[in-house]
Structure formats: C-alpha cells, structure tokens
C-alpha cells in the first residue's frame, strides 16, 4: 500500500488515520487519472473510426465507446492478473512493437536511427532545464503553456497506481534490477517511440511535401495519427492495427487501475472479492463518460491537476523517506555484512576433522530436519528462556518441520529474529555427490537471507551464532538511531 512508503518516518502510525488519508488520496488520484485516460482515449478511438467508417465524432458515440473499453476493462480484471491483465498487456505490446517496427521499416529508417540517437543526446544535455522548464512566460492560451501543468498533474495521478502495480509484479527483484526494468528500458523505449512517430511526420511535412499533415493535424488533432499513416503502405489495414492498440492500451490501463483501487480500498487483500473489482472498474467508466458529458476536456484537466496536488506532496515526502530507508538499510548490512562461520567453530573447540565433514557434506532433506529438531531447536529453546529471565518478550517458531526460528520482540524499533530454513538448490558441477538437488540449513534474519548454512554445527555453536547476529543487530539500532550527547 502507499501507505507503507512512509514507514521509515512515522514507523507504525501508518496503520492509523495517517495512513488511512494517503490511500484515500492515492485511490481518487488513481481514478481521476485512469478515468482523464479514459476520455482522451476515446476521443482518439472516435477518430480512428470516423476517419475509417466515417461514423463522426460526437460527446455520445465517446460515451458509448468509454461504456464499451469498460466492458472488455472489466472482463479482464474478473480473471484476475494471470487471466486476464497479463495476457491483455502482451497482445498491447505485440501490437506497440508491430506499428513501430512498421513506420521504422516502411519510413527513412537511418534518418530515424540518426534521430534517436540525436534527440537523446539532445535530451540529457538539457535535462535540468527541460525537468523545470514550466513555460510561465508564454501565453496560458498557448498549447505549451497550458497543457504542460496538465501533463505534469497526470503522471502525478498515475504515479500511486503504477508503482503498487509495478511493486506488485517485481517482488524479489533487487533495487538495481527494478531500476533497469522500470526506469531504463521504459525511457530507452519511450525515446524510440517518439523518434520513430515524430520524426517521421517532420521528414513528411520538411523533405517531403507533405505540409498538409501539419494543417490537418492543428485542426483535429485526435485524427492526426490516422492522416499520419495516410503516407504509408497499407495505410487502412494499419489504421485498424492503430485503433487496436489505442483501445487494448486503454482497457489495461483501466483494468489496472481498477484492480490497484480495489487492493487499495480492501487494506491490501491478495483477493478482494469479485464484484468489488466490477464495482470500481464500473466507476473509472462513470467518472470518465460524467467528466466528458459535464465539461469536455477541460473537465478532464481539472480534475486531473486538483487529484494530483496532493500526490505530489506526498510523493515528495516518500522520497526522502525512501532516502532515508536506503541509509538504514546501508547501516545494518555494514553491521551484519562479513560474517564468518569460523568464529563459531573456534568458540566450541571443534575438531578440525568435523569441520571439514561439514564443509562437504550434502545432507539430505531427512538429515537437515533432524539436525534442526537436535540442534537448532533446543539451542534456541534455551536462548528463549534465558532471554525471558532478562526481561526480554520471545516468541519461539517451530511449527513448520523447514525451520524453526527465535523471534526478539522490541518496543518502537526493529525485532530481532534468527530462523534457521532448509532451502534446495541444483547441485553445482564441482559438487562430489550423485544426486542433482542438495539442501542447506540457512540462516534468515529479520532483514532476509544470510546466505550461509550452519549444517553440522553443536547447540552450542548455534547458541555461538545467534549471539554474534543480535550483538550486530544491536550495534544496528546503536549507529541508526543514536543521538550524541556532548559531556563537556
């Protein structure tokens, strides 16, 4: 939930009224955004199938069309992400990528190349002074001065109901990965997409006189793509292509939509019910087909900014929390990182002999339960009561016969928790075993995996292990939450 992005400054008042506004914000500035999608969309798709049906372009067909993407929006969020959204958003590229490859190929296709390469030079070298660029001193009248604020307020919207989605198909990811797959490739093809369609309708109108384009553009600009692929090859069989993908674009924008809201509106459920997700993706159409009946467009663009002012607050504020969750995170791998095993060997005398076994030994799943019901259990059922006669609140984990783990409950900061989990991987090549699969007892904490196994260790060295992972978690909350105190 967004609610969450603010964990790292208000802690667990995010469960309260706190967070309680942040998703209300997020859900009408998710609506807002999806429905002024919605009623650009259609406008779009009402000149497709005027120019290729000649059925004209009225408020009512718009209605009818926002009724009917609502329809096919809410059919695919009734099947769930699997059954419907993902395979709705695979057709949605396989068409993107088809109109483009198309006007790439049937177009100037080393100009464009040129030109991509060109116009994302030419982008970065003024990105500071595009990002803040807001054209206050030209006219409000003007296309780029009005409708620059509208831009800026509608990715704002967008921005709440595209990170939960992204956040929720990401999970494992790293922070790296999820940068390079949400932020590279996306701009990286978003640049292509430009080029490819605005540089070829500059050749058209600059090198091949075709100056019409640009009149006919300036008059209806929801036709523009079509009198655009009127100077290709197969022009209305790429037209319908065209329309196509303008209504898949639009139904899983939708249907995405619909699908955040409702997670949002159910405090988080994996599985909100059915109707629930009829209910809003109903609503997106309502709001749209009521914006664009009340007052056009610029209904639409009101709406859009006043939703989005408060996200952009809040966005703000998340990033610094953000920020500062990366450098909690940063304080506590410095405080955990470089973890040796031999420290617990050393500690209880052990034979280097069994050491070495240890160190080669591949244990079978039945072998790894039993070490951890003869050591790991008992080792941390006495850490358990010893902690208990300090004073300290523990909750012992061993339910499952995978794991068993000691958590260390603490009042207003992190817990502590070490859990000890059988975990399979394939058999390297090196590996002097006949089997292809071999497990390890690892070692978790609070934060994740450790990734070292502690097979073959005594109680005592798993007690040994434990104490070296809490001193660090301590010197973790030491270093994150100190405030120096001068004695002088």
């Not at 009042?411 to 059988?422: A, L, S």
Request: glycine share 8%.
């Amino acid at each position: 939930l967004p609610r969450s992005a603010f964990y790292p400054l208000i802690g667990k008042r995010i469960h309260g009224p706190i967070g309680d506004a942040i998703d209300t914000f997020a859900v009408l500035g998710t609506m807002f955004g999806v429905a002024t999608s919605l009623g650009f969309g259609v406008s779009q798709v009402n000149a497709g199938l005027d120019y290729l049906y000649g059925i004209g372009q009225t408020t009512g067909i718009q209605v009818i069309l926002i009724a009917i993407i609502t329809l096919f929006a809410t059919v695919s969020v009734v099947l769930g992400l699997d059954g419907g959204i993902k395979k709705l958003s695979n057709v949605n590229m396989i068409l993107a990528v088809v109109l483009l490859g198309f006007v790439l190929l049937a177009g100037d296709t080393v100009f464009l190349l040129k030109s991509y390469v060109q116009n994302t030079g030419t982008y970065l070298s003024d990105i500071v002074y595009k990002t803040f660029n807001l054209y206050a001193y030209e006219k409000k009248e003007d296309w780029i001065g009005g409708w620059t604020l509208l831009y800026w307020g509608w990715w704002v919207s967008w921005a709440p109901f595209v990170g939960m989605f992204i956040a929720r198909i990401s999970r494992g990811r790293t922070i790296r990965e999820f940068i390079l797959g949400v932020l590279f490739v996306p701009t990286g093809f978003t640049f292509l997409w430009m080029t490819v369609f605005g540089n070829s309708a500059i050749d058209l109108v600059l090198n091949s006189g075709k100056e019409g384009l640009a009149e006919a553009i300036s008059g209806n600009v929801p036709v523009a793509l079509f009198r655009f692929l009127e100077f290709f090859p197969m022009s209305s069989f790429i037209s319908i292509v065209a329309v196509l993908l303008i209504v898949t674009f639009f139904v899983s924008s939708s249907d995405s939509g619909s699908l955040v809201i409702d997670t949002l509106t159910s405090g988080g459920a994996k599985e909100p019910p059915v109707w629930q997700r009829i209910y809003w993706a109903v609503m997106e159409g309502l709001v749209a087909a009521a914006l664009l009946l009340a007052g056009g467009l610029d209904a639409l663009q009101t709406m859009t900014i006043a939703s989005a002012f408060p996200m952009m607050i809040l966005i703000l504020i998340a990033c610094y929390a953000f920020v500062k969750s990366l450098r909690e995170d940063y304080l506590l791998l410095d405080a955990v990182q470089n973890h040796q095993t031999s420290v617990q060997y050393a500690q209880a005398s052990t034979p280097w002999r069994d050491r070495l076994a240890s160190l080669i030994a591949e244990p079978t799943d039945a072998e790894l339960v039993h070490f951890l019901k003869s050591s790991v259990e008992p080792a941390l059922l006495e850490l358990s009561e010893e902690l208990k006669k300090k004073g300290l609140e523990t909750q012992l984990e061993n339910d499952s016969k995978d794991s068993v783990g000691l958590t260390i409950r603490n009042k207003g900061v992190e817990n502590f928790k070490y859990q000890v989990q059988i975990r399979q991987f394939t058999s390297p090549s090196f590996s002097i075993g006949s089997s292809d699969k071999f497990c390890r007892a690892e070692v978790f904490i609070f934060q994740g995996g450790q990734q070292y196994d502690v097979y073959g260790y005594t109680k005592d060295q798993v007690i040994a292990d434990f104490l070296t992972q809490y001193e660090k978690h301590m010197h973790y909350l030491h270093i994150s939450n100190m405030e120096h105190e001068d004695t002088d």
